[in-house]
T-cell receptor
Framework: KAGVTQTPRYLIKTRGQQVTLSCSPI?????VSWYQQTPGQGLQFLFE???????NKGNFPGRFSGRQFSNSRSEMNVSTLELGDSALYLC?????????????FGPGTRLLVL | GESVGLHLPTLSVQEGDNSIINCAYS??????FIWYKQESGKGPQFIID?????DKRQGQRVTVLLNKTVKHLSLQIAATQPGDSAVYFC?????????FGKGTKLSVKP
């Protein structure tokens, strides 16, 4: 079974631009979560989507948004990029079955904002 | 709010020795815990998990111990190998969300 895939793997943008990142979950997984990872803050939860609905949201500004499609693929968008948005953006998928909800991570998209 | 801490930010062990990575969490309502391993340039990789109604779970060369009384869990790696070198995260689940600590870097000396 293929793992979580993320595209693109690397991205360079300039301040003020916007960016869209894509995530394809493991086949059959309906939950997709997004995280931002930086050396200073570690892994921080952005949001989670399940069945095309945002179920949870972390403490990030409204410039960060996401959506999920009917095939469970998800995209996240960051508008008006700032230098501090440079990070590794990780997507994780899970089945969402009861108490045990193991999240499986993709390789991430490394975003550099200049 | 939820906080997750790691007792040792870095851990250096000799190849073949056992490693113990510790993690403290703050939310007593956490019901599920996962350990992840992250190698350089890769996303976190699932290692082992444990439910709050258990105090020990074993995998291949790894054991997780959970002490809910003191809100502490540990990851034990037997016969540590160079391929175990990575950053290890514990992630308690609280209110449906996984909370990640900053991680512990494990370095294995050959």
């Amino acid at each position: 079974k293929a793992g979580v895939t993320q595209t693109p793997r690397y991205l360079i943008k300039t301040r003020g631009q916007q960016v869209t990142l894509s995530c394809s979950p493991i086949s059959g997984h309906r939950s997709v979560s997004w995280y931002q990872q930086t050396p200073g803050q570690g892994l921080q939860f952005l949001f989670e989507y399940f069945s095309e609905t945002q179920r949870n949201k972390g403490n990030f500004p409204g410039r960060f948004s996401g959506r999920q499609f009917s095939n469970s693929r998800s995209e996240m968008n960051v508008s008006t990029l700032e230098l501090g948005d440079s990070a590794l953006y990780l997507c994780a998928s899970s089945l969402r079955t009861g108490v045990e909800e193991t999240q499986y991570f993709g390789p991430g998209t490394r975003l550099l904002v200049l | 709010g939820e906080s997750v801490g790691l007792h040792l930010p870095t851990l250096s062990v000799q190849e073949g020795d056992n490693s113990i990575i510790n993690c403290a969490y703050s939310n007593s309502a956490s019901d599920y815990f996962i350990w992840y391993k992250q190698e350089s340039g890769k996303g976190p990789q699932f290692i082992i998990d444990i439910r709050s109604n258990m105090d020990k779970r074993q995998g291949q060369r790894v054991t997780v111990l959970l002490n809910k009384t003191v809100k502490h869990l540990s990851l034990q790696i037997a016969a540590t190998q160079p391929g175990d070198s990575a950053v290890y995260f514990c992630a308690p689940r609280s209110q449906g969300n996984l909370i990640f600590g900053k991680g512990t870097k494990l370095s294995v000396k050959p």
